[in-house]
């Protein structure tokens, strides 16, 4: 129920996403999907090498190289060489460098233990190791509010660029799959026992949903320029929503704050995760009320975690700039020609967070 | 019985496995100083050359700035690893 | 964006009290908690003291209301003591407090517990001891369960930026109202003690075995400490409404970063030097109108120089009173700040300052010492507190008595 934008303007100025889909690369959006043959999906890394020098690699696990690839693609993106602040977000942390200093230390029963893995475990390294990387001495925090992470952390990005407006923030979200994870979410009925191409996770009529990881860096600022690929117009969180009439009031509060209906909603990006039972209430809003609009989906490329929904914003970010959909992630398509002006990203973590992005063009 | 020399090159090769420096450095000078500007090593690295001690010659270094002597290039480990060797 | 931002109370549980009365007790009584480890399970029980509540779960279960068995970690169970005590304190209603925001902070979240499972619980087949702890080892995971507790569903957020996470949870609560965002925010952060935390910290060589000694020339390093506290921040409005009267305002703070190395500060103290700097400048304050300053103040050989030189930095030839309470209670990782704060708090109220105990001899590079004797009947107006971490992070709070 909170209004989250107070008259803030806020644009992404440019994007570096890791994924299990090749999308670190701003040639293309999307044009062929990357199969997997696993449970968890796991990212499709760049080039390490053209962006580090073997110096820097050596002490880097994966998660940090992924970050901070990430953030140089974000950068050239948005044609800049500093930020002014950065903010990041995660639900779980870097979980493998954890694991592996807890390895370690259960291995070898609390002796020999090393450092580094210690060093990077640490739930805000990447926010640290961002600022290092990048020389900036500005503001720099790290939200771990689980479903809640990356929409915690725009929600202080915001603040800043009302405080600052001239400043340009770096938002980072990440989050990996690990074996401790699965072993957990598979007992809490999180994830699905049974085995199933996640190309085809939105047929599956079983509860549970696929493990998936993902890294997305945002230049957020209160300035337009020719790179901006969008405006996100405003967002919100409902935590543990009563039923589907309480989310329902929400999004339609939410639409009418902004002076929408939602038939001005062209796209909309629908956060199921493939979970028969937790998805039900996205599938009957996208029923009730958006089925003029282009459905988009991405949970069967990305997999389930946390920060999620930063690919959703990514997502919606890429289609309003380039004016056009996918196949890879289009559910329901729209006739052609249609202009692209406004996305809704709705998007659920675990059917317990849900979150409402409202992205417009102009 | 292994002779100082040996030592040092034994040393001067698990430390470049330790801190993941094959595809940095060539070859490590031992008398040049580890850690700095030079290398571009720091006292995360320090510590985990401290670590590599303990695991492989039983030397237990629990003091930083005791750490920081010993560890000044790899002759100057070599020696302590001498003197003070378990294993 | 300009309401002022009140504190209208608190709450705090540490090695040194399970309450602010029995921690404002022992902070005058100079009774510090410091000792060998009896609860936490570890093979340095011997070796590596700190300073850690001596209540096993099941008591702190007690204290907080909760039965076991259900799941909550330490670290949850210590945030819902200090948060319960905090709520009671600022005489916040049922409704005052469903319409409230929480940001609790963490370093460790449920990892204590986790460590036990870890071995196991990536194979299907076994059977995992204590199923009620699954997906509990997460940071966000105890505001969860804090916000449950209290019926917060407007904002629940975690911060998590190593030793400065508490003081940028209580800054980012108060930016949330000072946009209008919210009335009122329930800000702080909680730790337990981990194996993690103990052996990473050892692993750093910057754990003393003796009690620490902050800004003390034969300094060996940090005791770890466990705890929890959280502060009821009120914006004009809402206190203008409650009729009550304020503890103390939250005046000013900063938050930037040093970017020079990722675990140790700038010998120059460059990046504490900038945050104070900018946190008087948002409050309005010259450095002069600094009458206390509640240092980080670790007993590392670098925070303590890094530190004292922003220090003498900042003040010139007359640095305020200063001092470090974590010989009272170890380094509380991420509660820190909240913690400082609270004894800040505590400091406006009773015109005190508490000393920076098992000081001996001042460092080389410093022409200034702390307070070593607990001061009473001082005329305190405006304190600044210091919370820096890993990471890079640097963080000043400023309060202000009204």
């Known amino acids: 129920m909170l209004t989250t934008m107070a008259g803030i303007h806020c644009f992404i100025q440019g994007v570096g996403v890791i994924s299990p889909q090749k999308t670190y690369d701003h040639g293309e959006f999307l044009p062929a999907v990357t199969h997997h043959d696993s449970h968890a999906l796991t990212c499709i890394p760049p080039d390490f090498k053209q962006y580090f020098s073997p110096m820097q690699l050596r002490r880097l696990g994966r998660m940090p190289r992924m970050v901070l690839a990430a953030a140089a693609i974000c950068l050239d993106n948005a044609r800049v060489s500093t930020v002014d602040a950065i903010i990041t977000a995660t639900g779980y942390g870097a979980q493998e460098d954890m694991a592996k200093f807890l390895d370690e230390m259960l291995y070898q029963d609390e002796t020999l233990l090393p450092p580094t893995y210690f060093m990077q475990s640490g739930y805000n390294a990447m926010a640290g190791l961002l600022a290092m990387n990048l020389k900036c001495t500005g503001y720099n925090s790290n939200f771990v509010s689980r479903g809640f992470a990356f929409e915690t952390a725009l929600q202080d990005v915001v603040m800043h660029l009302g405080e600052k407006e001239t400043d340009r923030v770096l ?27 996640h190309l085809s996770l939105f047929e599956s009529k079983t509860a549970g949903t696929l493990q998936g990881e993902g890294v997305a860096l945002f230049i957020l600022s209160a300035v337009k320029t020719p790179e901006s690929l969008c405006r ?73 975690y946390a920060t999620a929904s930063s690919f959703a914003l990514w997502l919606g970010a890429e289609i309003l700039k380039k004016q056009t959909i996918p196949q890879a992630v289009l559910a329901t398509p729209i006739p052609t020609g249609c202009p692209l002006g406004t996305a809704l990203v709705c998007n659920h973590f675990l059917g317990r967070n849900y979150s409402f992005f409202l992205l417009t063009s102009r | 019985m292994q002779t100082i020399e040996e030592l040092t090159e034994q040393l001067k090769l698990q430390i470049i496995e330790c801190l993941h420096l ?60 001498e003197a003070n060797r378990v294993k | 964006m300009n309401s002022r931002v009140f504190i209208t109370g608190y709450g705090v549980i540490t090695a040194i009290g399970n309450d602010g009365a029995e921690n404002l007790a022992s902070l005058f009584n100079q009774r510090c908690g410091f000792g060998k480890l009896d609860i936490l399970e570890t093979v340095h029980r011997d070796t590596l003291p700190a300073c850690e509540i001596k209540k096993h779960d099941h008591e702190l279960c007690a204290l907080a209301g909760v039965s076991e068995g259900a799941g909550f970690t330490r670290t949850a169970l210590l945030g819902l003591i200090a948060v319960h005590e905090a709520v009671c ?30 071995g196991d619980v990536q194979d299907l087949d076994k059977n995992v ?171 590392t050989e670098s925070n303590d120089l890094s530190e004292g030189t922003a220090l003498q930095s900042l003040f010139g030839q007359r640095v305020p009173p200063f001092s470090s309470t974590k010989p009272y209670t170890g380094h509380t990782m991420a509660a820190a700040g909240s913690i400082e704060a609270v004894f800040c708090l505590m400091a406006l109220e009773h015109g005190v300052i508490f000393p920076n105990i098992n000081f001996r001899k001042p460092m080389k590079e410093l022409n200034i010492r702390p307070v070593t004797e607990l001061k009473r009947g001082v005329v305190l107006t405006h304190i600044l507190s210091n919370s820096f971490g890993f990471g890079g992070g640097t963080a000043s709070l400023l309060f202000s008595k009204c």
């Open chain 1, 171 to 197: 938002l980072g979200a990440f989050d990996d799959v690990s074996p401790q994870q699965y072993g957990e979410y598979i007992r809490m009925g999180y994830f699905k026992k049974e085995k199933i191409d």
């Open chain 1, 232 to 304: 996100i117009r405003d967002f919100r969180m409902l935590y543990r929503p009563a039923d589907y009439g309480a989310l329902s009031r929400e999004l339609n509060d939410f639409l009418s704050k902004n002076d929408l209906t939602p038939n001005d909603v062209d796209v909309f990006i629908n956060g199921i995760s493939g979970d028969a039972d937790r998805d039900q209430w996205n599938l009957s809003l996208r029923r009730d009320r958006f089925a003029h609009a282009a459905e988009v989906r991405f949970k069967h490329l990305t997999g389930e």
């Open chain 2, 22 to 81: 094959e595809e940095v450095y060539e070859d490590l000078d031992v008398d040049m100083p580890l850690f700095g500007e030079e290398t571009g090593l720091d006292s995360i690295d320090a510590l985990e050359v401290v670590v590599l001690l303990e695991k492989n010659y039983g030397i237990k270094i629990e003091d930083a700035k005791v750490a920081r002597k010993i560890l000044y290039n790899v002759r100057t480990i070599a020696a302590h690893v």
């Open chain 3, 89 to 118: 304190s600022a005489a916040l209603s049922p409704e005052d407090i469903r319409h409230a925001g929480l940001i609790s902070a963490t370093t460790t979240g449920g990892i204590r517990e986790f460590e036990k499972r870890f």
């Open chain 3, 129 to 299: 001891a204590s199923p009620a702890f699954l997906d509990t080892a997460d940071p966000g995971e105890h505001a969860e369960r804090l916000a449950d507790a209290l019926g917060i569903r407007n904002y629940i957020g975690t911060v998590s930026t190593a030793c400065s996470s508490s003081a940028n949870a209580i800054m980012t609560g108060a930016r949330l109202i000072r946009h209008g965002l919210l009335d009122r925010m329930i800000c702080g952060g909680t730790d337990a003690l981990s194996r993690l935390t103990l052996n990473g910290f050892y692993s750093l060589l910057i754990l003393d075995k003796e009690h620490c000694r902050p800004f003390d020339e034969n300094r060996g390093g940090l005791n770890l400490g466990e705890g929890a506290a959280y502060l009821v921040l009120e914006s004009e409005t809402a206190l203008a409404r409650s009729g009550k009267k304020a503890r103390a305002e939250l005046r000013g703070y900063a938050n930037l970063n040093e970017a020079f190395h990722q675990t140790a500060p700038s010998p120059e103290g460059t990046g504490a030097l900038r945050t104070m700097r900018e946190a008087l400048k948002r409050g309005g304050l010259a450095p002069e109108a600094v009458e206390y300053v509640n240092a980080h103040g670790t007993g």
